[in-house]
C-alpha cells in the first residue's frame, strides 16, 4: 500500500519546486563575513507559532540575516507573541523590557514584534513599547525585509494586514529548534469558528487551507532528511479543504493524512489540534488503517456542561461530543485522547463546574490543559456576557480541574505497566545521557536506558515498569 502513492507522482520536493535554503546548512553558525547580520527570535504561545518562526527565518535568511542565539550579538530581535490569554501578554512585556536593557547597549539593533499580538494591538503596541520598532501581523511576514529597510531608516514600520489567501506555501521553513526527528507542518491558516472566549480569529484571521502538493512534498523532503515524526498543524485540521485548481478534485482533511501516511510506514504523522464538531467518522477511519498515524487526539472539550459550550459558541453539546469520544473508542479502541478545558466561563455555575469535572472522568484523558477564563478585548464573550466569576474562585475551580485531571493521568499511565510499545527515539532524556527518550503512538513521553547501537530517529521497543503522571519508565525489549 506505501509503495503505490498516486498523488506522489511527479511532486517536485520543495528543494526543488524553489530555491532550497541553502543559507542554513548549518543555521546556528555565526557568520563573521563582512556586514553579516543576525537575528534573535523567541516564540510564545502554540506551536503554530513555533511554525511561523521558523518560517520567518527562512524570509530572513533569503534577507541575508543569520539566526543566533546570542541576543548579544543580535541586530534584530524578534518575539513571536501571543494573545490567547492576559497572562501571556504579560509574559512578552516583561520579555520587552530585557530587551530595552539590550538596545541600551547596542542601540543600533532593532526590535520587532510578530504574531497575535501584533495583529490585536497594532500601531498602538509603538506608542506603548517605545522601544519597538517593527509591528508585524502573522499574515504580513514576506514583508519584514521591506518592513526592516525602512526601520533601519529610522522609521517605525508597522504591518498587520491579515490575508485570506496567504499560506506560505511555498516558503521552506528553516528547522530553528529542532532535534532532527520531530517536525511540525502547517496545513493551515486562521479560524472560522468564532468561540465566543477566543481571540484567535481576530489576530490569525480566516481559515484558509495550504496546496495539498507543498504540504506532502515537505513531508517527503523532511522524511529524506531524516525526520521520521510530522506533526500536521492547524487551528481546525479537520475543516481542511483544499481544491485542486487543475483537476477540480476537493482533498479533505482525511485524504490529506492518507497521502501523508503514504509517504513511507517509518514516517509518523500527528496532527492538532481536531474540533470535536467537525472530527468525523471518516478521520478515524483512515486514523485506523495505516500503523504510522499516531493513535492520538487533542479533541478540546473546552467545558462538560451544554449550556456553558452554547456561550462558548462551541457549537456542540455534551452529548455530541461524548458521541464522538465513543466512536473513537469504537474505532480505535488504543488511541488516547487529550482536551483543553477552561475553568470559570461566564456565568459558570459550580453544577455546571462539576459536569466539566464529570467528563474528564468519563472521558479518561491522558492529558489536558487547563486554564481559567482570560477575557480577551473584541471577543464576543467580552462583549455579550459579564466575566463575573470571581477570580479566587476561578482559581479553585481550577485547582480542582487539575487534581483530578493529575490522578486520571497517573491512573491513564499506571494501566500501561507490563505493556511493551514502538518508541521513536527523540534523543537523551532531560535527566540523564545514560537514557533514551521518546514517545509511542498515544504520545506518551518513555524514557528508558539506551542500548549500544541504538541512535534517535530509530523505532525500538520499550516494555513498561513504572508509570507517572507525566512519563512512562521502561527497558528496551527485543
Ligand atoms: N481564556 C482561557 N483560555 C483560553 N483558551 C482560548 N481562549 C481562552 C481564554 N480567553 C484556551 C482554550 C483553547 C486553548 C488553546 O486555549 O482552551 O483550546
Ligand atoms: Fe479559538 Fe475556537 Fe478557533 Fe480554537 S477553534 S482557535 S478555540 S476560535
Same mark, same amino acid.
Given at each position: 500500500?506505501?509503495?503505490?502513492?498516486?498523488?506522489?507522482?511527479?511532486?517536485?520536493?520543495? %528543494?526543488?519546486?524553489?530555491?532550497?535554503?541553502?543559507?542554513?546548512?548549518?543555521?546556528?553558525?555565526?557568520?563573521?563575513?563582512?556586514?553579516?547580520?543576525?537575528?534573535?527570535?523567541?516564540?510564545?504561545?502554540?506551536?503554530?507559532?513555533?511554525? %511561523?518562526?521558523?518560517?520567518?527565518?527562512?524570509?530572513?535568511?533569503?534577507?541575508?540575516?543569520? @539566526? =543566533?542565539?546570542?541576543?548579544?550579538?543580535?541586530?534584530?530581535?524578534?518575539?513571536?507573541?501571543?494573545?490567547?490569554?492576559?497572562?501571556?501578554?504579560?509574559?512578552?512585556?516583561?520579555?520587552?523590557?530585557?530587551?530595552?536593557?539590550?538596545?541600551?547597549?547596542?542601540?543600533?539593533?532593532?526590535?520587532?514584534?510578530?504574531?497575535?499580538?501584533?495583529?490585536?494591538?497594532?500601531?498602538?503596541?509603538?506608542?506603548?513599547?517605545?522601544?519597538?520598532?517593527?509591528?508585524?501581523?502573522?499574515?504580513?511576514?514576506?514583508?519584514?525585509?521591506?518592513?526592516?529597510?525602512?526601520?533601519?531608516?529610522?522609521?517605525?514600520? #508597522?504591518?498587520?494586514?491579515?490575508?485570506?489567501?496567504?499560506?506560505?506555501?511555498?516558503?521552506? @521553513?528553516?528547522?530553528?529548534?529542532?532535534?532532527?526527528?520531530?517536525?511540525?507542518?502547517?496545513?493551515?491558516?486562521?479560524?472560522?469558528?468564532?468561540?465566543?472566549?477566543?481571540?484567535?480569529?481576530?489576530?490569525?484571521?480566516?481559515?484558509?487551507?495550504?496546496?495539498?502538493?507543498?504540504?506532502?512534498?515537505?513531508? #517527503?523532503?523532511?522524511?529524506?532528511?531524516?525526520?521520521?515524526?510530522?506533526?500536521?498543524?492547524?487551528?481546525?485540521?479537520?475543516?481542511?479543504?483544499?481544491?485542486?485548481?487543475? =483537476?477540480?478534485?476537493?482533498?479533505?482533511?482525511?485524504?490529506?493524512?492518507?497521502?501523508?501516511?503514504? *509517504?513511507?510506514?517509518?514516517?509518523?504523522?500527528?496532527?492538532?489540534?481536531?474540533?470535536?464538531?467537525?472530527?468525523?467518522?471518516?478521520?478515524?477511519?483512515?486514523?485506523?488503517?495505516?500503523?504510522?498515524?499516531?493513535?492520538?487526539?487533542?479533541?478540546?472539550?473546552?467545558?462538560? /456542561?451544554?449550556?456553558?459550550?452554547?456561550?462558548? /459558541?462551541?457549537?456542540?453539546?455534551?452529548?455530541?461530543?461524548?458521541?464522538?469520544?465513543?466512536?473513537?473508542?469504537?474505532?480505535?479502541?488504543?488511541?488516547?485522547?487529550?482536551?483543553? *478545558?477552561?475553568?470559570?466561563?461566564?456565568?459558570?455555575?459550580?453544577?455546571?463546574?462539576?459536569?466539566?469535572?464529570?467528563?474528564?472522568?468519563?472521558?479518561?484523558?491522558?492529558?489536558?490543559?487547563?486554564?481559567?477564563?482570560?477575557?480577551?478585548?473584541?471577543?464576543?464573550?467580552?462583549?455579550?456576557?459579564?466575566?463575573?466569576?470571581? !477570580?479566587?474562585?476561578?482559581?479553585?475551580?481550577?485547582?480542582?480541574?487539575?487534581?483530578?485531571?493529575?490522578? *486520571?493521568?497517573?491512573?491513564?499511565?499506571?494501566? !500501561?505497566?507490563?505493556?511493551?510499545?514502538?518508541?521513536?527515539?527523540?534523543?537523551?532524556?532531560?535527566?540523564?545521557?545514560?537514557?533514551?527518550?521518546?514517545?509511542?503512538?498515544?504520545?506518551?513521553?518513555?524514557?528508558?536506558?539506551?542500548?549500544?547501537?541504538?541512535?534517535?530517529?530509530?523505532?525500538?521497543?520499550?516494555?513498561?515498569?513504572?508509570?507517572?503522571?507525566?512519563?512512562?519508565?521502561?527497558?528496551?525489549?527485543?
Amino acid at each position: 500500500m506505501y509503495d503505490q502513492n498516486p498523488t506522489l507522482e511527479g511532486i517536485k520536493t520543495i %528543494d526543488e519546486a524553489q530555491q532550497g535554503n541553502v543559507l542554513f546548512k548549518d543555521h546556528w553558525k555565526t557568520s563573521h563575513a563582512p556586514g553579516a547580520r543576525h537575528f534573535y527570535i523567541e516564540s510564545y504561545g502554540c506551536q503554530m507559532n513555533f511554525s %511561523d518562526s521558523e518560517i520567518v527565518a527562512s524570509i530572513l535568511g533569503e534577507a541575508g540575516f543569520y @539566526p =543566533t542565539r546570542n541576543i548579544e550579538e543580535s541586530d534584530l530581535i524578534l518575539i513571536n507573541t501571543c494573545s490567547i490569554r492576559e497572562k501571556a501578554e504579560e509574559t512578552v512585556r516583561k520579555r520587552l523590557k530585557v530587551f530595552e536593557l539590550v538596545k541600551k547597549e547596542r542601540p543600533g539593533t532593532m526590535v520587532g514584534v510578530l504574531g497575535c499580538m501584533a495583529e490585536r494591538l497594532k500601531k498602538k503596541f509603538l506608542e506603548e513599547e517605545k522601544l519597538v520598532d517593527i509591528v508585524v501581523g502573522p499574515d504580513a511576514y514576506r514583508d519584514l525585509p521591506n518592513l526592516i529597510g525602512g526601520a533601519e531608516a529610522g522609521d517605525k514600520m #508597522v504591518n498587520v494586514l491579515l490575508s485570506r489567501e496567504e499560506t506560505y506555501a511555498d516558503i521552506n @521553513p528553516v528547522r530553528l529548534e529542532s532535534n532532527g526527528i520531530t517536525a511540525f507542518i502547517s496545513i493551515m491558516r486562521g479560524c472560522d469558528n468564532m468561540c465566543s472566549f477566543c481571540v484567535v480569529p481576530f489576530t490569525r484571521g480566516r481559515e484558509r487551507s495550504r496546496d495539498t502538493f507543498s504540504i506532502v512534498a515537505e513531508a #517527503v523532503q523532511l522524511f529524506e532528511q531524516g525526520y521520521r515524526e510530522v506533526t500536521l498543524l492547524g487551528q481546525n485540521v479537520d475543516s481542511y479543504k483544499w481544491e485542486n485548481p487543475e =483537476t477540480g478534485e476537493l482533498v479533505t482533511f482525511a485524504h490529506l493524512l492518507e497521502q501523508v501516511a503514504w *509517504i513511507h510506514p517509518d514516517l509518523r504523522v500527528r496532527f492538532s489540534t481536531s474540533h470535536p464538531k467537525d472530527m468525523l467518522d471518516d478521520v478515524l477511519h483512515i486514523m485506523a488503517k495505516y500503523e504510522n498515524i499516531c493513535k492520538y487526539i487533542h479533541l478540546p472539550v473546552q467545558s462538560g /456542561n451544554s449550556r456553558v459550550l452554547e456561550l462558548m /459558541n462551541r457549537t456542540y453539546d455534551r452529548e455530541w461530543y461524548i458521541g464522538r469520544i465513543e466512536a473513537i473508542r469504537r474505532i480505535m479502541p488504543d488511541c488516547a485522547v487529550s482536551s483543553d *478545558i477552561i475553568a470559570g466561563f461566564c456565568t459558570e455555575t459550580e453544577e455546571e463546574h462539576q459536569d466539566t469535572l464529570s467528563m474528564i472522568e468519563w472521558a479518561n484523558y491522558s492529558m489536558s490543559y487547563m486554564f481559567y477564563y482570560s477575557e480577551r478585548p473584541g471577543t464576543l464573550a467580552a462583549r455579550k456576557y459579564p466575566d463575573d466569576i470571581p !477570580e479566587d474562585v476561578k482559581k479553585r475551580r481550577l485547582q480542582e480541574i487539575i487534581r483530578l485531571q493529575n490522578a *486520571i493521568s497517573l491512573r491513564h499511565n499506571q494501566t !500501561e505497566i507490563g505493556k511493551t510499545f514502538k518508541v521513536l527515539i527523540e534523543g537523551d532524556s532531560r535527566k540523564s545521557d545514560q537514557d533514551f527518550c521518546g514517545r509511542n503512538t498515544q504520545n506518551k513521553m518513555v524514557v528508558f536506558p539506551k542500548k549500544a547501537g541504538l541512535k534517535p530517529g530509530e523505532y525500538t521497543h520499550v516494555k513498561i515498569r513504572e508509570a507517572s503522571s507525566a512519563t512512562l519508565l521502561g527497558d528496551i525489549v527485543d
